[in-house]
């Protein structure tokens, strides 16, 4: 069951990480994902207190703790997302409009910026895969 959960997690992060944050843009990332978790976290809730009737207070418990865990790495490192996209765009702009982008180090950074943003979306992106996974097979 674990896997299962494990699985429809990934699938349902990809999709939002690579696919509706492009769509979506900073100021939507932003707005979205905490409003998302929000209530989320008050279904999680309502649904604990369902399981708890049902299951027992140690396997609710215990899932409660799956969801959570996994809720929060899902909306933590998609505003990451748009964390990286803000700051990366804000150094861009600041050397094209106060620095000198003709120089050499400030020409390759402007040259490779989609570079950096694919790296760093890349690095919190298995972030958010690998944390999830230690804690639902935890």
Known sequence: MKVTVYIIYIIIFTFCYYYLNRKLGNK??????PMLF????????????????QYGDNMAGSWLKIGLMTLGCFC????????????VN?????????????????????AGTSSIK???HFFFYTGGIILPGI???K
Do not use: D, E
């Not at 209530?39 to 649904?47: E, Q």
């Open 118 to 120: 694919g790296v760093l």
């Open 90 to 110: 804000t150094q861009v702009n600041c050397h094209q409009n106060y620095g000198r982008p003709g120089t050499i180090p400030i020409k390759s950074f402007l």
């Open 38 to 53: 929000v209530a989320v976290v008050f279904a999680l809730k309502f649904w604990f207190q369902y399981a708890k009737l």
């Open 76 to 87: 933590l490192f998609t505003i990451v997302y748009g964390l990286v996209n803000f700051m």
């Open 28 to 33: 939507g990332i932003f707005i979205l994902y």
């Open 135 to 137: 804690a639902i097979f």
